[in-house]
């Protein structure tokens, strides 16, 4: 049985790592607010460039643009996968690399050469260790601060890939934040891009809309001058809500290691009462035995 | 006077200016163009360069650019751009740096006509105009 002294040790042990795990999810909650912020920041600019997008492919018509046409022949794919830089925040990063385990196993057996672009320190030790080839890394962008700049640059280099031949297809896969409670991974398809759809709305407003601008260039200039600007937005809001997702997994996974350090601490406790009340009962019983025998 | 319209600039990070005025003048890819109220609808794109607005008091506001689009309505200009600065929140020492960066890039790139020296002119135009602008602040 343990001593009095050992459980005593454990208790004080938990405590610490109780208090760890409550800065922890503080510390994420904080976070959790900065990455709201900035999706709440850019969402007026992705509503209103997803309306303007859609109108105009409705009006210009997908014409032959090399970013919209699928090719015959899939033999070389890219993977954006984004994950997190950091552990300890639950199933997040394992969830985002099953799903791309699934569209890994989905894609290969065809002669399909797959290649990845990572975004964080997780996904990036995955592909390492799994042998494929990484075509660029980002670390350090998500769950902290970043800017649209970091999404148009491995944009461009991924339409540059894209447009050269060197993939023929481009998936990205991120987790999509939902509530603080449930994030989901999701995969998407980027390039080529699928066919856009013109924003779901009433009737009454899509009629005052685009059709009786006047353009300039022309809508279809328009369209090529987006399509590419399209690609950064899609990864800006990846990046975004996976930020955002790793924050409130790692928030919750720590409401749950202060919880389980509560319970811990709680049977520790009684552990340790026990403990106390057996050591006293067998002392007050050396003494009564000792009294006895004194008095002979 | 006619009445204000309403001005907005936006970028993915941030709305930069959300405001009223009395005029717009914004640089177009075919061409600077102006928006007063009741605008016809129009929609293009922008060059690098710099937006000039009067506020309702008449004085004159500037906000760099990075390219991007504009919509005009005849209630309201919106522009979408992958950045955006007023001129008070210009970074000079930044843009100066950016500048020069630019420059010497340039000058190894000049050779070629091809992606890179498309985007190293598109690097040094944005330098340019932030320092320009930047620059008028305290006269």
């Known amino acids: 049985m343990a001593t009095l002294k050992d459980v005593k040790t454990k208790i004080g042990a938990v405590k610490k790592t109780k208090q760890i795990t409550k800065a922890m999810n503080m510390v994420a909650a904080s976070k959790l607010r900065g990455a709201q912020t900035s999706m709440t920041g850019f969402r007026p600019y992705a509503g209103k460039f997803a309306e303007v997008l859609g109108s105009l492919a409705e009006r210009g018509g997908s014409g032959p643009t090399p970013l919209l046409t699928v090719r015959e022949k899939i033999s070389k794919i890219n993977i954006v996968l984004c994950t997190s830089d950091r552990g300890l925040c639950g199933g997040f990063n394992s969830n985002l690399i099953l799903k791309a385990e699934s569209l890994v196993k989905e894609k290969t057996g065809s002669d399909i050469k797959i290649s990845f672009t990572n975004f964080g320190k997780k996904g990036r030790d995955w592909s390492r260790k799994n042998n494929f080839e990484i075509v660029n890394e980002y670390l350090g962008v998500v769950g902290g601060r970043f800017g649209f700049n970091i999404s148009v640059n491995a944009g461009q280099k991924l339409i540059d890939g894209f447009l050269k031949g060197e993939y023929d297809e481009v998936y990205v896969i991120y987790s999509e934040f939902k509530s603080t409670a449930k994030q989901i991974p999701v995969i998407k398809q980027i390039l080529p891009i699928p066919p856009i759809e013109a924003s779901e709305k009433t009737e009454d407003a899509k009629k005052q809309y685009l059709p009786e601008h006047i353009c300039e260039p022309t809508p279809a200039e328009l369209l090529d001058d987006m399509l590419p600007k399209n690609v950064y937005v899609q990864i800006y809001s990846a990046l975004l809500e996976t930020s955002t997702s790793e924050h409130a997994a790692r928030m919750a996974a720590m409401n749950n290691a202060t919880k389980a350090c509560n319970d811990m601490i709680d049977s520790l406790t009684l552990a340790y009462n026990k403990a106390r009340q057996a050591s006293i009962t067998s002392d007050l019983m050396d003494i009564v035995g000792g009294a006895e025998a004194l008095k002979g | ?139």
């Open chain 2, 1 to 139: 006077m006619a009445g204000n319209i309403k001005i907005e600039v936006v970028t993915p990070e941030k709305s930069v200016v959300s405001e009223e005025a009395q005029i717009v003048m914004a640089p177009g890819s075919l061409g600077e163009f102006g928006v007063l109220i009741g605008h016809t609808p129009f929609f293009t794109t922008l060059k690098i360069g710099i937006i000039r607005y009067k506020d309702i008091k008449g004085e004159e506001r500037l906000v760099f650019v990075n390219g991007g689009f504009a919509e005009a309505l005849p209630d309201r200009v919106t522009v979408l751009a992958e950045s955006a600065e007023r001129r008070r929140d210009i970074d000079l020492e930044r843009a100066k740096a950016a500048l020069k960066r630019a420059q010497e890039r340039l000058a190894k790139e000049s050779a070629e006509k091809d992606i890179d020296f498309i985007r190293a002119k598109a690097a040094l135009d944005r330098a340019l105009y932030r320092v320009k602008l930047a620059e008028t602040r305290h006269r």
